[in-house]
């Protein structure tokens, strides 16, 4: 059984920083691993992706502060956020894909990637 379980969201000032966490268990290919973040009213998007490789993608929205990283050896996702705003306050998910796209923002699709974790909060005060 393939799970996904964040952690490290919580409320912070503008300007602050946060380290969002993904631990990936079963088995499950993590060829490309992403993160996605849900707004109230909005759709959820794609802000980060990871390859097998390490090459990375952003959304322009997030580009310049956000640094998605892994751990190959403890299977573990990571999202380094810094300078936030309040429009980054979001239910934040990690997720992995259920076939092969290549791992490129604008490439893959949310609907690609079929194994999510439940989410964690984020939410930026100004």
């Known amino acids: 059984q393939v799970q996904l379980a964040e952690s490290g969201g919580g409320s912070v000032q503008a300007g602050g920083s946060l380290i969002l966490s993904c631990v990936v268990s079963g088995n499950v290919s993590t060829y490309c691993m992403g993160w996605f973040r849900q707004a109230p009213g909005k759709e959820r998007e794609g802000i980060a992706f990871i390859d097998s490789d390490g090459g990375t993608t952003y959304a322009d929205s997030v580009k310049g502060r956000f640094t998605i990283s892994k751990d190959n050896v403890m299977n573990t996702l990571y999202l380094q956020m810094s300078d936030l705003k309040s429009e980054d306050t979001a239910m934040y998910h990690c997720?992995?894909?259920?076939?092969?796209?290549?791992?490129?923002?604008?490439?893959?699709?949310?609907?690609?990637?079929?194994?999510w974790g439940q989410g964690t909060q984020v939410t930026v005060s100004s």
């Open positions: 997720a992995v894909p259920d076939r092969w796209r290549v791992c490129y923002l604008g490439v893959i699709e949310r609907t690609d990637f079929g194994y």
